[in-house]
Nanobody, 123 residues
Framework: VQLQASGGGLVQSGGSLRLSCTASGRAFSSYAVGWFRQAPGKEREFVSSISWSGGTTQYADSMKGRSTISRDNAKNTVYLQMNSLKPDDTAVYYC?????????????????WGQGTQVTVSS
């Protein structure tokens, strides 16, 4: 499965963005999807994940209460709604897919990656 992340941009502190991860290829509904981010000079870190059905979600502590992950398998798309954005949220956001039902917070669990979308939050 091939992934493309989109929806990033420049937003002021306190603003919102909705990222999309769109997949091409077959059987996207059999993949769990995770969002990760990488800020300059830092390692890639977990943001959120969702199971193949959408019934199980996970969030990093830093994103709990400020973000919502969802998916529309008919559109082969996973969404990440982010609210109350802070300058510390500035990073390139990547989506990954892994075969299997449940998402993971570990980078090595994902076999397929999109190219990333830049999110910049100004103070």
């Amino acid at each position: 499965v091939q992934l493309q992340a989109s929806g990033g941009g420049l937003v002021q502190s306190g603003g919102s963005l909705r990222l999309s991860c769109t997949a091409s290829g077959r059987a996207f509904s059999s993949y769990a999807v995770g969002w990760f981010r990488q800020a300059p000079g830092k390692e890639r870190e977990f943001v959120s994940s969702i199971s193949w059905s959408g019934g199980t979600t996970q969030y990093a502590d830093s994103m709990k209460g400020r973000s919502t992950i969802s998916r529309d398998n008919a559109k082969n798309t996973v969404y990440l709604q982010m609210n109350s954005l802070k300058p510390d949220d500035t990073a390139v956001y990547y989506c990954g897919a892994r075969a299997g039902s449940i998402g993971s917070m570990y980078i090595s669990s994902y076999d397929n990656w999109g190219q990333g979308t830049q999110v910049t939050v100004s103070s």
